[in-house]
């Protein structure tokens, strides 16, 4: 059987099932989120990030602090093994939720936090599916429309 026939019955098996969304997913390429309002940073709170971070990372050693977190994720020059490899096990350690407050706290563009992901090989199922939703030209499978694709909050 030829690779690209596989590869489609793949697709099909993968389109049908519905646990797909459960499955590993890379981040889309980084040109899709070269976008103006993607290109926003956000605001940066030390306090936020040490408190999403440290339940999380509480046997990685040695500890990351928030301000070098800020620093790696703008500059997307991952040299230092030790914030590469702290950045992916942040995100494979986050849900929904908190890689949103963490996008919404760290000093950051989304399209910085993109470049990150994909540097890092990110391929957390949420963590990557509410990045590639941040993308307008990004269109999931009708299964895989999730929370990320909610409006903005407008307060209560």
């Avoid at 889309?28 to 940073?41: G, K, S, T, V």
């Avoid at 986050?94 to 391929?123: K, P, T, W």
């Amino acid at each position: 059987m030829s690779k690209s026939i596989q590869s489609d019955q793949d697709n099909q098996v993968a389109a049908d099932d519905p646990y797909a969304w459960r499955r590993r997913r890379n981040v889309i390429a980084l040109e899709n989120f070269d976008f103006p309002h993607l290109h926003q940073r956000s605001r940066f709170d030390a306090d936020r990030i040490l408190a999403l971070s440290s339940p999380r990372m509480a046997g990685f050693h040695p500890k990351v602090t928030p301000e070098q977190l800020r620093e790696a994720l703008p500059k997307g020059d991952f040299a230092e093994d030790t914030v590469s490899s702290y950045i992916r096990e942040l995100f494979e350690q986050f849900n929904g939720l908190a890689v949103r407050q963490f996008r919404h706290s760290c000093g950051a563009a989304v399209y910085e936090m993109a470049r990150a992901m994909i540097g890092c090989n990110v391929d957390h199922p949420f963590v990557a599916e509410w990045m590639n939703c941040q993308s307008p030209n990004y269109k999931p499978h009708e299964r895989e429309q999730r929370i990320y694709r909610m409006t903005p909050y407008q307060g209560w």
